[in-house]
């Protein structure tokens, strides 16, 4: 699932980078898989760290993978609504005109 996610992500950057413009769905796609892939890890985490005793998982390492990619989920998902559906999607300046009083 990595290779696959990183496939499309990688290609999506090099395509950008070549001054082609992509059309939004496929960013929000590319994100999405993002977070697709970090749900899933966070699935094998947890099955990690019920079965740590019966596998004879270090809990310490398997703790660690869960937080890890449970931040990693929850800045792909922040990155995701901040992006695309909250402010940091609309791309609006404003010039402030100051006037300086003599």
């Not at 699935?43 to 740590?52: A, C, K, R």
């Amino acid at each position: 699932m990595n290779y696959l996610v990183h496939s499309f992500m990688y290609t999506y950057f090099a395509v950008m980078a070549s001054g082609v413009r992509v059309p939004k769905p496929v960013a929000q796609l590319v994100t999405f898989l993002q977070i697709a892939q970090m749900t899933f890890a966070l699935y094998l985490q947890v099955q990690s760290l019920w079965l740590s005793k019966q596998c004879n998982v270090p809990l310490g390492l398997t703790t660690f993978g869960f937080l890890m990619f449970l931040t990693f989920w929850a800045l792909f998902v922040k990155f995701f609504f901040d992006k695309y559906f909250g402010a940091g999607g609309r791309t609006t300046t404003t010039i402030k005109k100051t006037v300086k009083k003599e």
